[in-house]
Structures are given as C-alpha cells and as structure tokens.
C-alpha cells in the first residue's frame, strides 16, 4: 500500500514534527512501547509524548520526512515505517544534558508494530549516528546488552568458531 497524507507513519511524523503531540491520540496506543539507542524501555503514550516534546524543545529540531513505508492491512494490523532526518541545534537542557549550541544531523527510522489501527509498539533505529556519538560524548547513559526475546534464535557460536575467511585463497596464510 502507497502512503497517502492520513496514513500511520505520515500521521506520526506530521505530529511529531509540529510538536502536536495531542493528535498521537487517535494513531498511537496509550500502552505503546518505546525503544530508542537514548531511551530505552519506554511505555506508554504521555512519556514517549514528554519525551518528544523535550527533544523538541531542547534540540530545535527541523524534521524531514524522507521515506515511508505503510504495510497495515484494511483491519489496521501491520507495520510501518517513516525514515525522518533531525536537522539539530542543541539549545536546550534536555534531561539534565546541558546545551551547547551544536549543531548536526542524525536519519532516524521509526519502526512502527500496528494492531487495530494505533502504533503499540515503536522502534527508533539510528541510521547515521552524529546525535548519538554527541550525546555520549556529553554523558548520556545509553542502554547496553539489551537482549530481547527472539523470534528464531540464532546459532550460539564459541570464540571464532564457524568465522568465514572471505579473503581469495591466494591472501590467505598457509
């Protein structure tokens, strides 16, 4: 299905970057379930909306939509996807971070799980990491060895068992 201007992830990006947080109302679930490389384990729609707002506020943020992708069936079920970029200033104090005028970018991709026609769960993966590596640098905690349950898991391998050497036979030692 092509994205149109009402669709799940144009909806969720047009608030986001109006700062309208009140029309996450009617496309976002009151229990969703944030995950981000900054804030981890978030639930709920009024944190994850304390959270963008003070983004907002703190980062000066010019958000452009630069992809989308909406796969929600006609009963609302699915997944969708706004790839944004954050032209950022950091103006602000944003959670204790103290601001220093800098300035970049950083591609971000919401990841949105859809059940009945509202976002329950949402997922922001990081494309470039300019943000991230700044916020780091400036003493924010991020979340580590975060283990989520698997879909399939994957083979346990021990040390280097089961590494592939890719080099042409004729680089490789003898």
Same mark, same amino acid.
Not at 80 to 90: C, F, G, M, S
Not at 158 to 165: E, F, K, L, S, T
């Given at each position: 299905?092509?994205?149109?201007?009402?669709? +799940?992830? *144009?909806?969720?990006?047009?608030?986001?970057?109006?700062? %309208? /947080?009140?029309? &996450?109302?009617?496309?976002?679930?009151?229990?969703?379930?944030? @995950?981000?490389?900054?804030? /981890?384990?978030?639930?709920?729609?009024? @944190?994850?909306?304390? &959270?963008?707002?003070?983004?907002?506020?703190?980062?000066?943020?010019? +958000?452009?939509?630069?992809?989308? +992708?909406?796969?929600?069936?006609?009963?609302? @079920?699915?997944?969708?996807?706004?790839?944004?970029?954050?032209? &950022?200033?950091?103006?602000?104090?944003?959670?204790? !971070?103290?601001?220093?005028? *800098?300035?970049?970018?950083?591609? =971000?991709? !919401?990841?949105?799980?859809?059940?009945?026609?509202?976002?329950?769960?949402? %997922?922001?993966?990081?494309?470039?990491?300019?943000?991230?590596?700044?916020?780091?640098?400036?003493?924010? +905690?991020?979340?580590? @060895?975060?283990?989520?349950?698997?879909?399939?898991?994957?083979?346990?391998?021990?040390?280097?068992?089961?590494?592939?050497?890719?080099?042409? =036979?004729? =680089?490789?030692?003898?």
């Amino acid at each position: 299905m092509s994205p149109t201007a009402d669709s +799940i992830p *144009r909806r969720v990006y047009d608030a986001f970057q109006r700062g %309208e /947080f009140e029309r &996450w109302d009617d496309v976002i679930a009151p229990d969703v379930e944030m @995950n981000s490389s900054a804030s /981890f384990g978030t639930v709920g729609l009024d @944190n994850v909306k304390t &959270w963008a707002g003070a983004f907002l506020s703190a980062f000066s943020a010019r +958000i452009d939509l630069v992809d989308e +992708i909406d796969a929600v069936d006609a009963d609302g @079920n699915g997944r969708a996807v706004a790839t944004i970029n954050l032209k &950022w200033q950091h103006t602000g104090e944003f959670f204790g !971070l103290q601001p220093t005028g *800098r300035t970049g970018t950083s591609i =971000e991709n !919401l990841i949105m799980t859809v059940r009945n026609g509202r976002v329950v769960r949402m %997922e922001v993966a990081d494309t470039t990491l300019d943000l991230v590596i700044y916020m780091h640098e400036r003493g924010w +905690i991020f979340p580590q @060895n975060i283990r989520p349950e698997p879909i399939i898991r994957g083979i346990d391998r021990d040390g280097d068992h089961g590494i592939v050497d890719l080099r042409p =036979e004729s =680089e490789r030692a003898r």
